[in-house]
């Protein structure tokens, strides 16, 4: 009976959330299933003569086996299209649905619960526990759908080495990592004093696994295999089609959930485990001032991320050590660099530094997209009343934007050169300079996102989020842009490939000046508009 008053009304929540999402599912569900299985046709060209055995000899490349994974083929010729096609989407996929999940399930939670909205829900006979258990049966829904879409599209190509029961594997594996992102969520949800907290550190676990399985994967697989996101990959399908680790999945899923429930029981609405560190008797002097306001309001997010790209570069960097063993083991991959006059170091340096400033690319944006946040939270409003101008909040939200993001290149990029030139030893063809360079080579891409995160604040603030959208875009669209040879017009529409990749490619000071200037002119047009359109207070 105490359990059932604890889950009261669950049922009723889940179908009112599904009423209410229907639209957001059917795009997440249609969105990244076409993105996990939607290639199949692309990779059938690129598989073409000695195409597989190419990609094969590419992908053994410890760089890129802490960026894709690794496979069970041990050699070349048993490469096969499915082999391929797994080795290459299936560990990205996996991320991709872990963090949606996890992102739907705090903002369904913790957030509503912030916002006085779950007060409201609890204040009608509903079970206390109802609507974390609703939203979570809603998140295990739409990644079994997931599931379902993906195997059956990829059996729908009739491609030999693509079997049913490997494209069901494939689309299990994804769904489930989504249903692991979930079930830590909730739990962080429970853990952290605010949504904020809950968001950031739920993706933080998230990519601090995918950092750890990084090394794991390329010093000994076997390790991977204790990593929970370890267990989304290794199923290996079309090849092996173990499905042996999506049991560990279900069960670190039921268990982590069954905590965060028990978690949940156990604390006051709108408290966590984790106490918010009390506030000053008095206020400092620094919060007299707009800047140091939003330096305040910003700390927690700046300082997180900060951490993450030295340790992401860190991670990366540890990598180079093992990149000249590879090419002494492998005479067609030596031979290949060898002819090309470029050194396997520069080529991966050059790839890595677009993956780490993308990721870069996402504190700026938080960042501007925070004076919306605290504009329709009402937290501005004795602003307002002061003689603190539209000019001052403007700016410098976009200045402290525009330095977060400059601070992040240098730590990324020296967390990268650091350990890799330490793990290259005296024999290295890069200093740290080259990575400096390279890294700051991508600034017009940062300050190019920093202008669109400005542009829609000022003209459509509600649109904000959707600079996440373009960058993800952006972001796979380099990433698979080669691999696919796609028409350039195509991959033109990605800010990133206006830029060449240093250190092999020259610096072009041109373009780097043309798309600084395009930035700074989309945040002038951005502050017009924010300096003429209605404040949007409580919507």
């Known amino acids: 009976m105490r359990m059932q008053e604890k889950f009261a009304r669950s049922r009723v929540l889940f179908v009112q959330y599904l009423k209410r999402d229907w639209k957001k599912i059917i795009v997440w569900v249609l969105g990244l299933g076409l993105f996990s299985a939607a290639f199949v046709p692309a990779f059938e060209e690129i598989g073409m003569g000695q195409g597989l055995q190419g990609m094969y000899e590419t992908l053994q490349n410890p760089a890129m086996i802490s960026m894709v994974g690794p496979t069970p083929i041990e050699n070349a010729a048993d490469y096969t299209l499915g ?54 049966a809603e998140a295990v829904m739409i990644n079994l759908l997931l599931a379902l879409v993906i195997g059956g599209m990829m059996s729908s190509y009739g491609v030999d080495t693509i079997s049913v029961e490997g494209s069901f594997l494939f689309g299990a594996s994804i769904g489930m ?47 991977s295999m204790i990593n929970p996101m370890g267990w989304t990959y290794l199923t290996y399908p079309f090849t092996e089609n173990n499905g042996v680790p999506l049991i560990w999945a279900v069960v670190f899923s039921a268990i982590v959930v ?42 927690g997010v700046m300082i997180s991320w900060m951490i993450a790209f030295v340790i992401m570069g860190a991670a990366y960097g540890s990598i180079y050590g093992d990149m000249q063993t590879f090419l002494e083991s492998n005479e067609i991959m030596s031979q290949m660099f060898a002819i090309s006059g470029v050194s396997i170091e520069e080529a991966f340096t050059g790839t890595i530094m677009m ?113 996440y959208v373009y960058l993800g875009y952006s972001f796979v669209l380099n990433y698979f842009g080669g691999i696919l040879d796609l028409p350039e017009w195509f991959s033109k529409t990605a800010i990133q490939s206006w830029i060449p990749r240093m250190p092999v490619d020259p610096f072009d000071a041109a373009t780097f000046m043309t798309m600084t200037a395009i930035s700074i002119a989309l945040m002038v047009i951005g502050y017009i508009g924010y300096r003429k359109r209605d404040m949007v207070e409580g919507a």
């Not at 609890?122 to 258990?133: E, I, K």
């Not at 206020?283 to 330096?295: E, H, I, R």
């Open 83 to 136: 082999a391929m096609y797994a080795h290459e989407m299936l560990l990205f996929c996996g991320l991709f649905a872990m963090i949606l999940s996890a992102l739907h399930v705090v903002s369904h939670t913790r957030k509503e619960e912030d916002l006085g909205l779950t007060e409201l829900v609890r204040s009608f006979q509903v079970g206390r526990q109802a609507n974390s258990l609703a939203v979570m």
């Open 258 to 299: 069954t905590v965060a429930f028990a978690l949940e029981g156990g604390r006051d609405m709108g408290a966590g485990y984790l106490p918010e560190r009390e506030g000053r008797e008095s206020a400092t002097k620094s919060l007299l001032s707009v800047p140091g306001l939003f330096a305040k309001l910003n700390k």
């Open 355 to 467: 993956v780490m400033i993308g990721l870069v690319s996402i504190l700026p944006i938080a960042i501007v997209n925070k004076l919306f946040s605290e504009e329709t939270r009402l937290h501005l409003s004795q602003l307002y009343a002061t003689k603190v101008t539209r000019a001052q909040l403007y700016w410098t939200s976009v200045v402290m934007a525009v330095v977060a993001g400059i601070v992040g290149i240098l730590l990324a990029a020296s967390g990268l050169g650091g350990t890799a030139v330490s793990a290259l030893g005296d024999g290295s063809p890069l200093n740290m300079g080259d990575f400096i360079a390279a890294g700051y080579n991508f600034l017009p891409s940062v300050l190019f996102f920093t202008a669109l995160g400005a542009l829609a604040l000022g003209w459509a603030p509600r649109l904000g989020k959707a600079v």
């Open 177 to 223: 990592a989504g249903i692991m992102g979930a079930a830590i969520a909730l739990a962080m949800a429970q853990i952290m004093p605010t949504s904020a907290g809950a968001t950031g550190s739920s993706l933080g676990i998230i990519g601090l696994l995918y950092i750890v399985r990084a090394g794991t994967d390329v010093s000994n697989v076997d390790f």
